[in-house]
């Protein structure tokens, strides 16, 4: 019988659990089934993204960095595309190291907590 919300015990989780999806109570994260419920527990996956590969990126591939945070910059990487062939091959060189620069400092002033979301 699954136990109501009242029931749950009021034990909190240690640094190394996570509270089963099915009945609230705390297992070992590496936990397969819950020991309390038996209820197999849904695999979670996180790719968490990491603030130097995104510096790095924006050094060597200007505003193809944004790619690697596409879900919130994407915008960001179609207006530096879009400059950067409108405006011709007079003004490239100079808008691709604009680009470059503004790509640096874009990533680099981010918190890593930023990157640990993706």
């Not at 680009?99 to 981010?110: H, K, L, Q, S, Y």
Request: charged letters at 25%.
């Amino acid at each position: 019988m699954k136990k109501t919300k009242k029931e749950v015990s009021k034990r909190t989780k240690e640094a190394d659990e996570i509270y089963c999806h099915s009945c609230g109570e705390p297992i070992k994260k590496e936990a397969e089934i819950c020991v309390h419920c038996g209820v197999r527990q849904k695999e979670i996956i996180r790719s968490f993204k990491n603030k130097t590969t995104a510096i790095l990126l924006a050094i060597f591939f200007s505003s193809f960095t944004w790619l690697y945070t596409w879900k919130v910059d994407y915008w960001k990487f179609w207006i530096a595309l879009a400059i950067s062939f409108t405006l011709g091959w007079v003004l490239f060189w100079f808008l691709i190291f604009a680009i470059w620069i503004w790509a640096i400092v874009d990533v680099a002033r981010r918190p890593q907590s930023f990157y640990e979301s993706f």
